[in-house]
């Protein structure tokens, strides 16, 4: 199926999807780009691939195939690709594993991207989103995961209440400061097997009433020059730390 013109009801559609409320309220979100379409693919969450025309995808998949005026209208990219597809959320509630990230209201779309990356790169089990974190569904932040957000466990929910049911499960919940706590260097072995690890906003640092809830406080050691690190690169070297 060919589709040539801006006013049809389906490229309509695509262009709303550039808004949060819109995905939230359809439940399904738009990637660009053959690796993002792969592994949406892998997932099994793709709904429909937009091809612009002439282009050839080996899935067995509703495919729309569109001109480069339509690409050039659904894209959120300086340079769009001739690849995208229409994706379903992906319903997650549950708490799994033994190892959780805890995510106090990043604000900034490639930080979250980053914390994703690396969350899957050094096995976190379920990563848990404060309401009030940036859209995980943002077309920086999917770009920024590189695909790696289908291939991890994400919810949204209150923080306060998600640490109070692992407190319940005996799960150890550990904070971030840039100073008065444990240097990572010092953690055991049994301390990096089951824990919850809380990353707080990039300005801000974690929220008082998710601080009050936190058993143990870790900061990384550097040099006088440098007062804090990025939450991104703080959180990917937190996590190194806490998988070997």
């Not at 049809?8 to 999807?17: H, P, S, T, V």
């Not at 592994?39 to 067995?60: C, R």
């Not at 870790?218 to 007062?227: A, G, K």
Request: charged share 25%.
């Amino acid at each position: 199926m060919l589709i040539t013109s801006l006013e049809n009801d389906k490229i309509k559609e695509y262009i709303k999807l550039k808004d949060r409320k819109h995905r939230k309220k359809t439940k399904m979100f738009i990637i660009e780009g053959m690796h993002l379409v792969l592994e949406a693919y892998k997932k099994g969450i793709i709904k429909e691939l937009i091809l612009e025309k002439d282009t050839v995808m080996p899935f067995n998949l509703p495919t729309i195939y569109v001109t480069n005026e339509i690409i050039n209208k659904i894209t959120n990219m300086e340079s769009p690709s001739k690849v995208m597809a229409l994706c379903n959320m992906i319903d997650n509630n549950n708490l799994v594993g033994n190892k959780f990230l805890l995510l106090d209201g990043i604000q900034d779309p490639g930080n979250l991207g980053t914390i994703i990356r690396s969350a899957v790169a050094f096995n976190i089990d379920t990563i848990v989103l404060s309401p009030d974190t940036v859209d995980l569904y943002n077309p920086k932040v999917i770009r920024a995961t590189q695909g790696m957000i289908f291939h991890i466990n994400i919810i949204v929910s209150d923080l306060r209440t998600i640490i109070d049911s692992l407190k319940s499960k005996e799960v150890p919940i550990y904070g971030t400061r840039v100073d008065y706590g444990i240097n990572l260097n010092i953690l055991k072995s049994k301390d990096k097997k089951r824990y919850a690890l809380v990353i707080g906003n990039e300005g801000n640092g974690i929220s008082e009433n998710v601080m009050e809830k936190c058993d143990e406080f870790l900061y990384i050691e550097t040099n006088e020059v440098v007062e804090s690190l990025n939450a991104g690169v703080a959180a990917s070297i937190i996590l190194y730390e806490l998988n070997k």
